[in-house]
């Protein structure tokens, strides 16, 4: 499947809230409404502004796996010494 990075703009009773993520390339039109999952619950009215250029899942970033890895290379998974 294949995923574009998109900016997405809700209103919100003091303006408006801006945020960029991933989704999938069939809801990457700009110009029309989506869908948020945050938490358990989903959040209509966010307009896609504007999308980047697909990409295929396996490339998205994946900040546990890198987390992971660095704190692999520098040790610092490592427990500590009393």
Known sequence: ?????C???RAIPT???VIVTFIPSKFANVGSYVKIKEGEKWTNGWLVESA???IEEELL???HKDIKGHRKMTGDSLRKQT
């Open 61 to 63: 970033p994946n900040s």
């Open 52 to 54: 980047g250029s697909p």
């Open 15 to 17: 303006g408006f809230t």
């Open 7 to 9: 900016s997405l703009r």
């Open 1 to 5: 499947m294949k995923f574009r990075q």
